[in-house]
C-alpha cells in the first residue's frame, strides 16, 4: 500500500505523501490526496459516488454525492488544469475514473 503509483505523467508517493504531475509538485489537502491515491488505484475503472464516499470518507460520513463533486472539482484544478491531457474522466450516470 506504501509503493508509488503512477498513471500517465501523475505520480503520488503515500509514504512521502507527494504528488507530481510530469515533474511538477502539486500540493494537496488530506481528502484530496486520499482520493486521488483511490483513483490512482483503480486506473481505467469507473467508480461510482458511493464507492469513492466509502472507501474515502468512510461508513460513518455524513458526506453526499456533492461533497465527491466537490472534490473532483478540487482535483482537477490542481491535477489536470496546466496539463493538455486531462486524466480524471466523468462518467455521466455512474462516477468518475481516472485515465489508464
Known sequence: EDERLTVADLSLDPAAHRVERAGRPIELTPREFNLLAYLMRHPARVLTKDQILEHVWGYDSDASSGAVE???????????AASAEPLIRTVRGVGYCLKG
Open 70 to 80: 466537490l472534490y473532483i472539482h478540487y482535483l482537477r484544478q490542481k491535477v489536470d
